[in-house]
């Protein structure tokens, strides 16, 4: 069993900067993928950034490549997301969760352990 915990989200304004973490507890998560997914008031939960294992493979949705970076430090249990140049449209609670797989998926479905969340809001 693993227990993960997001941590680093806030209120921030358009075109500022946020570092999200995903500590892990139990396990053997430096052996798992990690993703990042976000989910909006009233729409699906959807797939953000992802990270292999050995961090070697990262994998982005469009809509925020090239703004957001995912890395992991195995030694510290713990994946990290550097969110820049923020829009309100990246507004919604935002979720790391691994896969006890040794792919990289970006589906939530494929994913076998979640965190709570990390309300992160960006507004003027």
């Known amino acids: 069993q ?3 915990a997001e941590s680093g989200g806030g ?3 358009p075109g500022d900067s946020l570092r999200l973490s995903c500590t892990a507890s139990g396990g053997t998560f430096s052996a798992y993928p990690v993703g990042w997914f ?6 699906a939960r959807e797939f953000v950034a992802a990270i292999s294992w050995s961090g070697s493979s990262t994998y982005y949705a ?5 703004r957001f970076t995912i890395s992991r430090d195995n030694a510290k249990n713990t994946v990290y997301l550097q969110m820049n140049s923020l ?3 990246d507004t919604a609670v935002y979720y790391c969760a691994a896969d006890r797989s040794i792919a990289v998926h970006t589906e939530p479905v494929e994913y076998d352990y979640w965190g709570q969340g990390t309300q992160v809001t960006v507004s003027s």
């Open 11 to 13: 209120s921030v304004q």
């Open 87 to 89: 829009k309100p449209e």
């Open 2 to 4: 693993v227990n993960l």
């Open 38 to 43: 976000r989910q909006a008031p009233g729409k």
């Open 62 to 66: 469009d809509t925020v490549k090239g």
